[in-house]
């Protein structure tokens, strides 16, 4: 699995634990409020993205890390008898906290430095009063991972070990 993939889902896995009655599910990037009438979700809704990476550079091992930049979009509508706002701020300072220093269970670093949440849009669409937040983390990945583990990877379960005399070449 790639690492990129096994990451994210290490995210929502642990926001889901942390937070049961938020429905945190893999998204493919970017998002704004015209999004909101092309998807079906139930709110509270945290979606969680990859935007892209940046300074990509060989580790001492020589495995490949870059710094790759997660988001995560936060959906809530207003419910009966609250503030506009009250539950995206409630959610917001939950999630800041929580993703600040988390490895989300991964052998990885924690992130670089705390999340940055801007609130993208407030108001009304289709008629429900909708509040829609993202918080953006750089988290260093290791790309591929091991060489054994990418060639075992393939489904059969056996790892390429070259012999010395290149018979398996």
Known sequence: MSQ???????????????????????????FNKETLAEISISVPALLVACLGWSKTEYAIDREVEGTVNFIAYLITNTEAGSSDEQTALFLADKLTGFIADNCF????MPPLAPPHAVNLFSGK??????????????????????????????????????????AND
């Open 105 to 108: 269970g991964q052998q990885v």
């Open 4 to 30: 990129l993939i096994a990451f994210r889902k290490a995210v929502i896995d642990s926001i889901n634990a942390e937070i049961p009655d938020l429905d945190v599910q893999p998204y493919d990037g970017k």
């Open 125 to 166: 669409t289709q008629g429900d009063q909708i509040n829609l937040w993202a918080f953006a983390w750089q988290q260093v990945i290791e790309f591929g991972g091991s060489q054994a583990a990418l060639l075992a990877d393939d489904g059969d379960g056996s790892v390429y070990t070259p012999d010395e005399d290149g």
